[in-house]
């Protein structure tokens, strides 16, 4: 969200964490902040110069503190994973976030997205993506020799991700370069609890197996014990 804080002298610029506005205004925008920003999370989760965040304010420009914006989610690319209470550019190599998706909720204004679309393009990101869950609508816009330039087909597989967005259901779904869908915290959970019931039951099997191969075992021991009895007794069999 565009922020605008008061401004102080050059030696005395403070530029704010926070702009004291919520993450998200209700929980289905929510939802795909955290379903993006931590499946993103995870695919770069072996990359240490891949910093993805969400709702964190991006400062462009060094002693102008109103010139802001925090990203429902960013992606910067050969930045440092690492906390930060902001992104402050000058801080960062002058790496701005190359990409950055904004989940809309009903309070967005199309001002307030002209506005961003602008902030996004003056401050050189290449791929920015909004997706409307109420509405089911998604856009995109890919930097050019132009600026950034709206992406006009579906399905797209964006080129700094590698990551393939599909509108044919019902909602956006979200494929990692493998093929597998971005899965929620939910999804993801059941889906734990679900190998860990197949581990067990695995696991149970494998000792079954164990018990009968021992029972096994020991029914030859017995032969063998009842052989050797008769052979003690009457020697061997002719």
């Given at each position: 969200?565009?922020s605008?804080s008061?401004?102080t002298?050059?030696a ?6 926070s702009?004291?506005?919520p ?13 993006i ?5 995870w695919l ?22 109103t ?11 050969g930045?440092p994973k690492?906390?930060r209470?902001?992104y402050?550019q ?8 190359q990409v950055?998706?904004?989940i809309?909720s009903?309070?967005?204004s ?9 902030f996004?393009?003056?401050y050189g990101?290449d791929e ?7 509405k089911n609508t998604f856009?995109g816009w890919l930097?050019?020799?132009d ?13 700094r991700l ?21 899965f929620s ?8 609890e ?9 696991k149970?099997?494998?000792?079954q197996?164990?018990q009968?191969l021992e029972?096994?075992?020991?029914r030859s021991?017995n032969?063998?014990?009842i052989?050797?009895k ?6 061997d069999?002719p």
């Amino acid at each position: 969200m565009v922020s605008q804080s008061l401004a102080t002298t050059p030696a005395e610029v403070i530029y704010p964490e926070s702009d004291g506005k919520p993450m998200a205004d209700n929980t289905k925008q929510f939802r795909w902040i955290v379903v993006i920003q931590q499946n993103l999370d995870w695919l770069y989760a072996d990359d240490p110069n891949v910093f993805v965040a969400g709702d964190l304010l991006w400062y462009p420009v060094k002693g102008r503190n109103t010139i802001v914006t925090a990203p429902d989610v960013m992606v910067a690319f050969g930045r440092p994973k690492g906390d930060r209470g902001s992104y402050k550019q000058w801080e960062e190599d002058n790496i701005p976030p190359q990409v950055v998706f904004e989940i809309l909720s009903p309070s967005n204004s199309s001002t307030e997205m002209d506005k961003k679309l602008l902030f996004y393009d003056r401050y050189g990101v290449d791929e920015y993506y909004i997706y409307d869950p109420d509405k089911n609508t998604f856009r995109g816009w890919l930097r050019t020799d132009d600026g950034l330039d709206a992406i006009g087909e579906m399905p797209w597989v964006s080129p700094r991700l590698n990551i393939r967005f599909d509108m044919s259901g019902e909602e956006l779904q979200i494929y990692r370069p493998d093929g597998s869908k971005f899965f929620s915290y939910a999804e993801v959970n059941a889906q734990l609890e679900q190998e860990k019931q197949r581990a067990e039951q695995e696991k149970q099997r494998a000792e079954q197996a164990q018990q009968e191969l021992e029972a096994e075992r020991q029914r030859s021991q017995n032969l063998e014990d009842i052989l050797q009895k008769y052979r003690d007794r009457f020697g061997d069999l002719p």
